[in-house]
């Protein structure tokens, strides 16, 4: 019997589904040809609209293949905990759905004979073990689910429910096997790492998980998702001074207006945000961050303070997009911001951030850098890899010329070009 997995949306639901995988090991031969599933499963997002247009798309899709050979089509994920009742009417095809907190439930109906519709709202027990998905080399490690921040504009909290930590003993467990598989890079991910602790613990525990883990075979330990009013003292000093904690955070502002921010229900303001800035800055740690243009009643003066933080800080990776509208308390806020100007303005933010990097892209042609071979891109007929300020699939890579390399581990480049968001480099000798 063959398997066929497809996981859409965020690297949390990456690490749900090889832990679905996990649960069914032994029970299917996984394969990468959907024409030759006999179970297709669709771990889905449902965050926002076009997630949930491209989740229903990937349904239909594998929908077509239960006319031939697949016999049986499971749904898992945000879209049927959130939508589970308009799901089963539209979708009859789907022979199962199960919702974010029902994934122990997946070998059950993957091998029974009838439909089965699950969205429960307490959470099933997690489990430690997992099979990857990612690259040998690099993997998630999931330290926590749901959310407490109730940003207006974000429907998480409704879909994955209230923040719950993982205990330390677990991550840590799960984080020795990943390290004895062979895993170099393990990426801290939750909807707010910076939590982590405080619904078990009574306090936060990052920096302590963090000096755990760093006990660890790993060359780099990754922070992704912290959110900047948590981002304390302890942990840039952690970042800065810990060998094996790569210098970057991923931290997703929005904005940098304080008005905008309160309604958004982000306890920042521009001057928390921009203390924080600069004290990474101070540190030598990368940022990457996310910004949301076209927030309702964002002004146009609003807006181009916006542009002019973008254009001083230079923070290192920026992600850009347009307000959504959503069944979300941000909905009722008068002053609804255009479409067409809502994506202008993310497309004029993008372009000052493409700026930035294309400054710093010229300022790092001679130097040499450290870089984490990845892959082979046949096209360019180039090594692929990535510095340590960088994170996998969504940020910048190097391309560079070597006799022999071995996936995931580091080599000095010396950067000669660049390629739009991309350096260009040779391996040095030795």
Known sequence: ???????????KNRVDTEKMLYRLKGMFDVTADISQADVIIINTCGFIEPAREEAIDTILEAAEYKRDRCSKLVVTGCLPQKYMDELIDAIPEVDAFLGTNDYDKIVEVVTGENKAYYNSTTPCKEITNRIMTTPPHYAYLKIADGCDNFCTYCTIPSIRGRYRSMPIDDLVLEAKMLASSGVKEIILVAQDVTRYGMDLYGELKLVELIRQLSQLDFTWIRL???????????????IKDN??????????IQHIDSDILKKMNRPSTEQSVCEVM????????AVRTTLMTGFPSESQEQFDKLCRFVESYRLRHVGVFAYCDEDVPSS???????????HNRA????????????????AMIGKTVKVMYEEIDYEKMLFVGRMEDSAPDIDTCVYFKAEFVDIGNIYNVKITGYDGYDLIGEIENG
């Open 1 to 11: 019997m063959n398997l066929h997995v497809i996981s859409l949306g965020c690297d």
């Open 243 to 252: 060998d094996k904690v790569a210098k970057y955070i991923d931290i997703p």
């Open 347 to 362: 497309e004029k933010v993008s372009l000052i951030h493409k700026n930035n990097v294309e400054k710093y892209n010229q």
């Open 278 to 285: 600069d004290k990474l800055k101070t540190a030598g740690i």
């Open 224 to 238: 992704m998702y912290c959110y900047p009013e948590l981002v304390t003292d302890e942990l840039i000093a952690e």
């Open 332 to 342: 009722k806020i008068k002053g609804k911001v255009p479409y067409y100007v809502r």
